[in-house]
């Protein structure tokens, strides 16, 4: 069965403070995977989009890593800041003959205080 | 200039009304699609289109139907609406409808049924 799982569930940090995000995978056949910021009340944002020969990709403070032997995939967030309190998705992408299909894990809720 | 909107963002009705949502983009993609988001805050896939063409279509209840007028619109429209159909309804467009390319999301239209 494809399935996306992450942890933490939640998170709670102080501003300035780093933080790992993890996923292990499921999902086959694998097209690439993704890591989406969803703050509350608006739609997913893309942050990185990793295909299985990437083992890293950063989009300024965040840094996305992947190891696709494992299937498994970490998001490390640097120097946070009140802002990046949100939902963080990891999504796999499985493309079939008939097209591509989204497979989202349940997110983890990151608060940073100050 | 905004890429994917829907409308309404908030939807309240009661058990029985039909309903329809809809979305537009304005970022020359040829694939869309519909997914909802439920309590537990996983988005899964429904419905994708490539130009106007039903790509993917997920164990969706036959209530729903979705309809393509042209590539930049996508809409859902609801039947005989239920409790269980309560949730966030994102829409999304891409280039490509194999799952190579990044996915943009509209705001989101949350449906409660009472």
């Known amino acids: 069965k494809n399935q996306v799982e992450q942890s933490p569930q939640s998170l709670i940090i102080l501003e300035g403070k780093n933080c790992t995000l993890q996923c292990n995978y499921t999902v086959s056949p694998f097209s690439n995977l993704r890591w989406y910021k969803q703050d509350t009340g608006r739609g997913p944002v893309s942050l990185t989009i990793m295909t299985f020969s990437e083992n890293t990709k950063s989009n300024g403070r965040y840094t996305a890593t992947l190891d696709a032997d494992t299937k498994q995939s970490s998001l490390h967030i640097t120097a946070s800041q009140l802002s990046d309190s949100a939902s963080y998705i990891c999504?796999?992408?499985?493309?079939?003959?008939?097209?591509?299909?989204?497979?989202f894990g349940q997110g983890t809720e990151l608060s940073v205080k100050p | 200039d905004t890429a994917v909107s829907q409308t309404p963002k908030y939807l309240v009705t009661q058990m029985g009304n039909d309903k329809s949502i809809k979305c537009e983009q304005n970022l020359g993609h040829d694939t869309m699609y519909w997914y909802k988001q439920d309590s537990k805050k996983f988005l899964k896939i429904m419905f994708s289109?490539?130009?106007?063409?039903?790509?993917i279509n997920e164990t969706v209840p036959n209530r729903f139907s979705p309809k393509s007028p042209d590539k930049a619109h996508l809409n859902l429209h609801i039947n005989s609406l239920e409790l269980g159909d309560s949730a966030v309804y994102f829409c999304a467009s891409s280039h490509g409808g194999r799952g190579f390319y990044e996915q943009y999301f509209g705001p989101g239209t949350r449906l409660t049924v009472t």
């Open positions: 999504v796999v992408s499985a493309t079939y003959n008939q097209g591509g299909k989204l497979i």
């Open positions: 289109y490539n130009n106007k063409e039903l790509i």
